[in-house]
């Protein structure tokens, strides 16, 4: 490893890795501990054959291993991030393990030492269910009749009509925020998401896999129209197929989560997200081209009755949904360093402290507030 200086930067030093070549390929250094003497990790060298074999010599205080990558790269773990100076929120413990050991000590230490469930299981079951129950994020008021549809009332509405042996397939960015905060799920049901990796369309092609593994189950699809245009083609599959499954499209004709967060983040402002720089197409005439049945929901007054229908259906159908510009998501947590049990809107601060079993994070008093414009009075950035 070689030390790059800069004159004009004195307080910060550059690293150049050093590389080797001959007939037979390359080796370069890649970390060095008595450089880097803030962060825990040795030396490891690499080499790259002529037919771009890619190894690595890993070295620690015990020994080397020899690591051969047909495809794609070698990766250290640096162990600074386990350091709480690095970490927004500070946890508790850091452990450096293979999680698959992890949870086999955790599991033996448990047999071990005999655990079970006692009292405090139950009481802290019924403690969730009562803040479920007072902090429910589906407003009476969302049930009132508007112009559109109130989504959030919406999918409360569908959760207590669908039967408990039916599935619901969730797709990503604000409709599965939706179904999060207000679909209640029935013992028996089946509930797919792709929480923690959430690529848009999932849910069209998760319902036509679930039809295919269950055909005699009433399958149920909520999607976006973000994500309805990414899968769109699908339609002539479930057209082929016969494939009976509902598709209900949340459609805000916008990307409802990232002007969310560009709006609460960026003064009021938007970009890419709609009505500028995104416009859905016209899913109904689309979905009729491919002679699939279709149903609209233009208010709160109609989705009682078409709910009923859209579930007794006989065959596949694609119902759009008319929810037009809602993005308010909430409850949802505001900045970096806000706790995940301190969410915005914040409720009053006796009120959490006494909710909290343990000490809550420094600043609870005074949490972190959205400098929120609306965009009617910014403008399109």
Excluded at 20 to 34: A, C, Q, S, Y
Excluded at 241 to 252: A, Q
Excluded at 260 to 270: L, M, P
Aim: aromatic share 12%; net charge positive.
């Amino acid at each position: 490893m070689k030390i790059v200086s800069d004159k004009k930067l004195k307080e910060i030093k550059l690293y150049k890795p050093i590389t080797f070549k001959d007939m037979r390929g390359e080796i370069w250094t890649k970390w060095e501990k008595k450089i880097f003497k803030d962060l825990n990790f040795n030396l490891s060298k690499y080499t790259k054959s002529k037919k771009n074999v890619l190894r690595g010599f890993h070295g620690d205080k015990k020994s080397w291993k020899l690591i051969s990558c047909l495809k794609g790269e070698i990766l250290n773990v640096v162990e600074g991030t386990l350091s709480k100076k690095f970490q927004q929120v500070p946890f508790d413990e850091n452990i450096n393990c293979d999680a698959k050991k992890f949870i086999k000590i955790l599991k033996d230490f448990l047999i071990k030492k005999n655990f079970k469930s006692n009292e405090n299981h139950s009481k802290w079951l019924n403690r969730c269910v009562e803040w479920k129950e007072t902090y429910d994020p589906v407003k009476k008021d969302f049930f009132k009749n508007t112009n559109t549809v109130q989504p959030y009332a919406f999918i409360r509405r569908l959760s207590e009509k669908m039967d408990k042996d039916d599935i619901l397939v969730a797709d990503c960015g604000g409709n599965i925020v939706t179904c999060n905060h207000a679909f209640e799920t029935k013992k028996g049901q089946r509930y797919f998401t792709n929480n923690g990796n959430s690529p848009m369309g999932f849910s069209f092609s998760g319902a036509i896999g679930a039809y295919f593994a269950n055909p005699k189950k009433r399958i149920v699809c909520i999607i976006g129209d973000g994500g309805m245009n990414m899968n769109i083609q699908e339609l002539q599959t479930i057209k082929n197929y016969n494939i009976n499954i509902k598709t209900i499209i949340l459609n805000n004709h916008i990307y409802g989560i990232t002007k969310a967060f560009q709006e609460t983040n960026f003064g009021g402002k938007s970009e890419a997200c709609g009505p500028r720089g995104y416009i859905p197409p016209d899913f109904i005439k689309v979905s009729k081209a491919y002679g699939i049945k279709t149903m609209e929901i233009k208010n709160n007054s109609e989705f009682d009755e078409k709910i009923d229908q859209l579930l007794n259906c006989k065959e596949s159908i694609v119902v759009d949904v008319d929810c037009h510009d809602h993005h308010e998501y909430e409850p949802r947590i505001f900045g970096w360093k806000t706790p995940i049990e301190d969410m915005y809107p914040y409720i009053d601060r006796d009120e959490f402290k006494k909710n909290m079993i343990i000490d809550p994070v420094e600043g609870w008093e005074s949490p972190i507030m959205p400098k929120f414009i609306k965009s009617d009075e910014v403008g399109d950035a």
